[in-house]
């Protein structure tokens, strides 16, 4: 059976066949072996996702820090409650548009709300993306280019942080992207640069990043050569009217807190300036250099005006990545469409392999191979250890038997489903507290003071010192310091390579009750 690496490129795209079975005929077996085993390396990076993605998936612990918000996220539309009222203890909308929360609620009145939906839609999308960088690349680059592209994305898994499979919406903002990006590389009439342009919207409506993504696209459909700005014009017209209407009815249903919970926080944040120069220095390029090494090849070789929306593409891929970096306490999800736009470079590369000697297919092929070692990561290390998935278990128990409500500040899912009350998440707790807008954090400020002074919560319970933003530096007035339960004790150190995946060690006992009620 012949690899589909043999020739790179399909015979209609690539010159007469018979050509390229006689040059794929006249490789040395030993440069045969390299690129059946870049080909390999592809396969195995997508299986290893599949099963650690699989194995992940019903896990009853938090995967990832800020997961428990988003189930509550969901849980909140469930309810025919707002995602965006004004902040407060009880809530605090995370900086995003509602797509992926919408998407996983419609999962969740399948499977029933928890982890398990919003990871689904997530895995789907993922699989979505590494489905969608092979269509791509496959019908310029053959076979072999479409697997390299899918399989260098799987293995971006841990290099992006672990985020492809987690209650998170970057997953499906990056198969959104990569879908717009499809439809407008194959469109050649005004509705199907439309419909990208929709595609882009609803990437944009999942995560706001998506709409840097967009920009070098809608350029290059106005200035490429031979352009009819009717084709460009269509595009921006789809990607900007569906987010101009659904902000206006978000902002008008929130009482105007929409804008601010997703842009007004965030731009308060401000830019993190280690980044300006370590996004490329210290994420990228002690990775990514392979990739840049084949992407300079796609770039090079004589197709830059047949492929322009798909360069522009990886451009705004990259630019998204590298904006969304300077947002200070950035993490490494955001990285993810900077390995796609690797990918996607990397795999119409490979379509050089068939138009050159072997010298040139062996050096390909180990830039491939060198790509995927650097990318390796162990699937063992993924999965949660059973400490973790004990120390879960063993909070909600605790929570269940202490009385009134309770607020576990990192982990409000966990109190949601032991019925003791529902609470905003710490991390967007902080977001709300660093950030300069003065409004929104004068509203949440007051509303924690009030719940800490009334005593609202029976047990206050934080992971670590950064969990208090917003409490009032004299807590102590209203709540006294307890030893922890057992099995919940200090250290609460990480137990995946994600971020900030732990459990409450710090725990406080209102004053008004006359017993410590923690076990």
């Given at each position: 059976m012949r690899l589909p690496l043999a020739t790179g490129l399909r015979p209609d795209r690539a010159g007469p066949a018979g050509?390229?079975?006689?040059?794929?005929?006249?490789?040395?077996?030993g440069v045969t072996l390299l690129v059946a085993a870049a080909a390999a390396g592809a396969g195995l990076a997508i299986v290893v996702f599949v099963v650690v993605a699989a194995r992940r998936a019903g896990s009853p612990s938090q995967l990832e820090w800020l997961e428990g918000g988003m189930v509550e996220q969901v849980g909140r539309v469930l309810h025919g409650r707002s995602l965006y009222p004004a902040p407060s203890i009880d809530n605090v909308a995370y900086p995003y548009p509602p797509l992926y929360i919408w998407v996983s609620a419609l999962v969740a009145r399948v499977t029933g709300l928890g982890y398990l939906p919003l990871r689904l839609v997530s895995i789907g999308a993922s699989l979505a993306s590494i489905g969608l960088l092979y269509t791509i690349v496959e019908g310029e680059a053959g076979r072999l280019g479409g697997l390299v592209a899918a399989g260098l994305f799987a293995a971006a898994f841990r290099f992006t942080g672990g985020f492809y499979d987690v209650a998170r919406v970057d997953a499906l903002f990056m198969a959104l992207v990569l879908a717009?990006?499809?439809?407008?590389?194959?469109?050649?009439?005004?509705?199907?640069?439309?419909?990208?342009?929709?595609?882009l919207a609803l990437a944009t409506l999942a995560k706001e990043s998506a709409f840097i993504a967009g920009i070098p696209v809608a350029v290059w459909l106005l200035v490429r050569p031979g352009a009819r700005p009717r084709d460009g014009l269509a595009f921006m017209a789809g990607a900007v009217l569906p987010v101009a209407a659904v902000g206006a009815w978000l902002q008008a249903a929130s009482s105007g807190w929409f804008a601010t919970d997703t842009l007004g926080v965030l731009v308060g944040h401000?830019?993190?300036?280690?980044?300006?120069?370590?996004?490329?220095?210290?994420?990228l390029m002690p990775t990514l250099l392979p990739e840049a090494l084949l992407g300079a090849v796609a770039v090079a070789w004589r197709r830059r005006e047949r492929w322009g929306v798909l360069f522009a593409a990886a451009a705004g891929m990259v630019a998204s990545s590298y904006v969304s970096r300077l947002h200070s306490a950035s993490s490494e999800n955001v990285l993810i469409p900077v390995a796609a736009a690797g990918a996607l470079v990397s795999g119409l590369a490979v379509g050089w392999l068939a138009r050159r000697g072997w010298p040139a297919q062996a050096g390909l092929a180990l830039l491939c191979l060198a790509q995927f070692g650097l990318l390796a990561y162990s699937p063992a290390a993924q999965l949660p250890?059973?400490?973790?998935?004990?120390?879960?278990r063993r909070?909600?128990?605790?929570?269940?038997?202490?009385?009134?409500?309770?607020?576990?500040?990192?982990?409000?899912?966990?109190?949601?489903?032991?019925?003791?009350?529902?609470?905003?998440?710490?991390?967007?707790?902080?977001?709300?507290?660093?950030?300069?807008?003065?409004?929104t954090k004068r509203a949440l400020l007051a509303s924690i003071s009030r719940a800490v002074a009334a005593e609202r919560f029976s047990v206050l319970a934080f992971d670590n010192d950064q969990d208090y933003a917003g409490f009032p530096a004299d807590l102590a007035r209203w709540y006294r310091p307890v030893p922890p339960p057992a099995g919940l004790g200090p250290p609460a150190a990480r137990s995946l390579q994600t971020p900030f995946v732990g459990h409450p060690t710090q725990w406080w006992v209102a004053r008004r009750l006359a017993t410590n009620p923690v076990p």
């Amino acid at each position: 059976m012949r690899l589909p690496l043999a020739t790179g490129l399909r015979p209609d795209r690539a010159g007469p066949a018979g050509g390229l079975e006689a040059r794929a005929r006249r490789r040395p077996p030993g440069v045969t072996l390299l690129v059946a085993a870049a080909a390999a390396g592809a396969g195995l990076a997508i299986v290893v996702f599949v099963v650690v993605a699989a194995r992940r998936a019903g896990s009853p612990s938090q995967l990832e820090w800020l997961e428990g918000g988003m189930v509550e996220q969901v849980g909140r539309v469930l309810h025919g409650r707002s995602l965006y009222p004004a902040p407060s203890i009880d809530n605090v909308a995370y900086p995003y548009p509602p797509l992926y929360i919408w998407v996983s609620a419609l999962v969740a009145r399948v499977t029933g709300l928890g982890y398990l939906p919003l990871r689904l839609v997530s895995i789907g999308a993922s699989l979505a993306s590494i489905g969608l960088l092979y269509t791509i690349v496959e019908g310029e680059a053959g076979r072999l280019g479409g697997l390299v592209a899918a399989g260098l994305f799987a293995a971006a898994f841990r290099f992006t942080g672990g985020f492809y499979d987690v209650a998170r919406v970057d997953a499906l903002f990056m198969a959104l992207v990569l879908a717009s990006v499809l439809v407008a590389f194959r469109a050649r009439r005004g509705r199907l640069f439309a419909a990208a342009g929709v595609l882009l919207a609803l990437a944009t409506l999942a995560k706001e990043s998506a709409f840097i993504a967009g920009i070098p696209v809608a350029v290059w459909l106005l200035v490429r050569p031979g352009a009819r700005p009717r084709d460009g014009l269509a595009f921006m017209a789809g990607a900007v009217l569906p987010v101009a209407a659904v902000g206006a009815w978000l902002q008008a249903a929130s009482s105007g807190w929409f804008a601010t919970d997703t842009l007004g926080v965030l731009v308060g944040h401000g830019v993190d300036p280690t980044w300006w120069v370590g996004f490329w220095t210290s994420d990228l390029m002690p990775t990514l250099l392979p990739e840049a090494l084949l992407g300079a090849v796609a770039v090079a070789w004589r197709r830059r005006e047949r492929w322009g929306v798909l360069f522009a593409a990886a451009a705004g891929m990259v630019a998204s990545s590298y904006v969304s970096r300077l947002h200070s306490a950035s993490s490494e999800n955001v990285l993810i469409p900077v390995a796609a736009a690797g990918a996607l470079v990397s795999g119409l590369a490979v379509g050089w392999l068939a138009r050159r000697g072997w010298p040139a297919q062996a050096g390909l092929a180990l830039l491939c191979l060198a790509q995927f070692g650097l990318l390796a990561y162990s699937p063992a290390a993924q999965l949660p250890p059973a400490s973790q998935v004990v120390a879960a278990r063993r909070l909600e128990a605790v929570v269940r038997e202490l009385p009134g409500d309770v607020l576990v500040v990192s982990h409000p899912w966990e109190v949601t489903v032991t019925g003791k009350g529902t609470h905003a998440h710490a991390g967007a707790i902080a977001d709300v507290v660093r950030s300069r807008d003065a409004r929104t954090k004068r509203a949440l400020l007051a509303s924690i003071s009030r719940a800490v002074a009334a005593e609202r919560f029976s047990v206050l319970a934080f992971d670590n010192d950064q969990d208090y933003a917003g409490f009032p530096a004299d807590l102590a007035r209203w709540y006294r310091p307890v030893p922890p339960p057992a099995g919940l004790g200090p250290p609460a150190a990480r137990s995946l390579q994600t971020p900030f995946v732990g459990h409450p060690t710090q725990w406080w006992v209102a004053r008004r009750l006359a017993t410590n009620p923690v076990p």
